[in-house]
């Protein structure tokens, strides 16, 4: 059950992040304003990739659809390219390397999952 809360959380935490104003932005850190994978909810002090996984599996399956689905909608959010350029520039935001990386790893995480739940 503590999971399934921390995943309406999650998509709880997304709606706002999207839905925010650069100027409601202004005083938060960029790494305040993503909503992590993470039990917690904040910036992982370290990149468990493991944890990260089992979060998005666990999310998952208790979606609507396919599992693939859900981290094919998870990937595109956490696309690079599209989070930096699209949202993050909306609202004025920079992204520091360690921020970067994390959301590339991220990234590379719904990609295998996409790929292994393929099979």
């Given at each position: 059950?503590?999971?399934?809360?921390?995943?309406?959380?999650y998509?709880?935490?997304?709606?706002?992040?999207?839905?925010?104003?650069?100027?409601?932005?202004?005083?938060?850190?960029?790494?305040?304003?993503?909503?992590?994978?993470?039990?917690?909810?904040?910036?992982?002090?370290?990149l468990?990739?493991?944890?990260?996984?089992?979060?998005f599996?666990?999310?998952?399956s208790?979606?609507?659809?396919?599992p693939?689905?859900?981290?094919?909608?998870?990937r595109?959010?956490?696309?690079?390219?599209?989070?930096?350029?699209?949202r993050?520039?909306?609202?004025?935001?920079?992204?520091?390397?360690?921020?970067?990386?994390?959301?590339?790893?991220?990234t590379?995480?719904l990609?295998?999952?996409?790929?292994?739940?393929?099979?």
């Amino acid at each position: 059950m503590r999971k399934k809360r921390r995943w309406e959380e999650y998509e709880s935490a997304w709606e706002r992040f999207n839905s925010i104003s650069s100027e409601e932005a202004r005083s938060l850190s960029v790494r305040q304003l993503i909503p992590w994978p993470t039990a917690s909810g904040h910036f992982p002090d370290t990149l468990d990739e493991e944890n990260i996984r089992n979060f998005f599996v666990t999310g998952a399956s208790g979606c609507p659809g396919s599992p693939r689905d859900t981290f094919r909608e998870q990937r595109n959010r956490w696309h690079p390219d599209r989070l930096r350029s699209q949202r993050l520039a909306q609202l004025r935001k920079d992204v520091d390397a360690e921020t970067e990386r994390a959301i590339t790893v991220i990234t590379q995480i719904l990609n295998g999952l996409v790929c292994t739940e393929g099979r």
